[in-house]
């Protein structure tokens, strides 16, 4: 259906991006590169919240958070896993693909045990990953210390999963962008979208600059943020958000040479190329509330414990750390969604709107990217992406 003439200050294109992280520049990118006229939207700067914040792991295997809770979560969250083995391939081109160094290394990584009740979930583990297609394997004490010499006496076993590993946050969205102005797209930056509205056409957007938009379609990618951005397109969605804790040393001769987790600790550790030695692993912030509720635009209250109980974790498992001076620690904020999956598709009750948000979205954000710029152009998914739909939380919208 052709669209009415826009007003003068209305900008008129395919698909509004909502949001600036590694998730909407990427979608941005893979809609301009189909031709598409995309408009990307971000009320601060490119990179500037949780893509940019977090510690760059590129973490395949279940994450701690997903199997704490017991065998039945973890195997709800392994219906994730077709995300895991797409974009462990898609980091791998990633470099290449767009023109741009983005600090990848994929040399692997443990999830360490130093229990016999977390060897045990260790094997729980694998053996979900497994049937999965995931390639882990679970390797005793002595052999996990031969190939990491660095790790202690404390880990009794560890699953390796050979592509895990990093990439620099600082860059990724950042060559996304980049990529996406260069094939057309146009990116806005400190204008935040201030009101949604679904017209015959599509959506009207009235951005914080003044100006307007109208587009066949929009792309919800704005981290914590996605769930209030969703009510103004007239959906409720379940996103929460979720303060983190993260820490960097001051530069080292190189000391860790994977990727690191804990089957019964949050702990993350990686050393980048620089040296530093990147600690994070889920360990909260606090999120600060007005008149209760919570306040998004403030930055996570660092909280003592969380740095302390990071450090004593990072220290057992690599006893090398605890020698190394703390160069500095911040907080960041993340978006989870109640039963662990992720949001991927079309909003419910709001045809044309499209999301995606939660789960590991740094390490799988070119998967979602992809799998959500098919869907606007109404492609077929590469996989079967149906068990990520947020149409299965299409209940808690009355209208």
């Known amino acids: ?45 490119i990179n500037r919240q949780a893509s940019g914040q977090n510690a760059g ?63 045990e979930r260790l094997a729980q583990k694998v053996e979900l990953e497994r049937a999965s297609g995931l390639v882990t394997d679970l390797l005793d004490g002595d052999e996990v210390r031969r190939r990491a010499p660095y790790l202690g006496p404390s880990i009794l076993a560890a699953a390796f999963c050979p592509t895990e590993g990093k990439a620099d946050p600082r860059r990724c969205a950042l060559a996304y962008a980049n990529a996406a102005v260069r094939l057309g797209a146009e990116l806005r930056t400190a204008c935040s979208v201030t009101t949604l509205a679904r017209t015959a056409h599509g ?63 949050r702990l993350s550790m990686k050393q980048t190329g620089e040296g530093n030695v990147l600690i994070g692993g889920g360990w909260p912030a606090r999120l600060h509330q007005e008149h209760g509720i919570v306040d998004l635009e403030r930055k996570p209250e660092l909280l003592l414990s969380s740095l302390a109980g990071n450090m004593a974790a990072a220290a057992s498992v690599v006893p090398g750390v605890a020698h190394l001076p703390v160069l500095r620690v911040w907080t960041g904020m993340t978006a989870l969604i109640a039963d662990q999956l992720p949001l991927i598709g079309e909003v419910p009750r709001a ?34 992406v149906s068990r990520y739909d947020p149409n299965r939380f299409a209940s808690l919208t009355f209208a």
């Open 1 to 45: 259906m052709k669209q009415p003439p826009a007003p003068a200050d209305s900008r008129v294109v395919d698909t509004l991006v909502i949001g600036g992280g590694l998730l909407g520049s990427a979608v941005a990118y893979y809609l301009a590169q189909a031709g598409s006229r995309v408009l990307l939207a971000e009320k601060d700067q």
């Open 57 to 119: 792991s590129l973490h395949f295997q279940l994450e701690y958070r997903m199997i704490e809770n017991g065998l039945e979560a973890a195997r709800k969250a392994a219906e994730a896993m077709p995300l895991h083995l797409h974009a462990q391939q898609a980091w791998a081109g990633l470099e290449q693909e767009l023109g741009s160094p983005l600090g990848v290394a994929q040399h692997g990584g443990f999830m360490v045990a130093e229990t016999p009740q977390q060897v």
């Open 203 to 265: 959506w009207q957007a009235s951005l914080e600059d003044g100006s307007n938009c109208r587009a066949a379609t929009i792309v919800i990618a704005a981290g914590a943020w996605s769930g209030r951005v969703a009510q103004m397109a007239g959906t409720v969605l379940p996103v929460s958000p979720v303060g983190l804790t993260m820490t960097a040393t001051a530069r080292s001769a190189p000391l860790v040479s994977h990727l690191v987790q804990h089957a019964g600790r």
């Open 351 to 384: 045809p044309g709107a499209f999301i995606a948000t939660g789960g590991s979205a740094f390490t799988l954000g070119p998967t979602y990217a992809r799998v959500l710029a098919d869907k606007v152009l109404g492609k077929s998914p590469v996989f079967d």
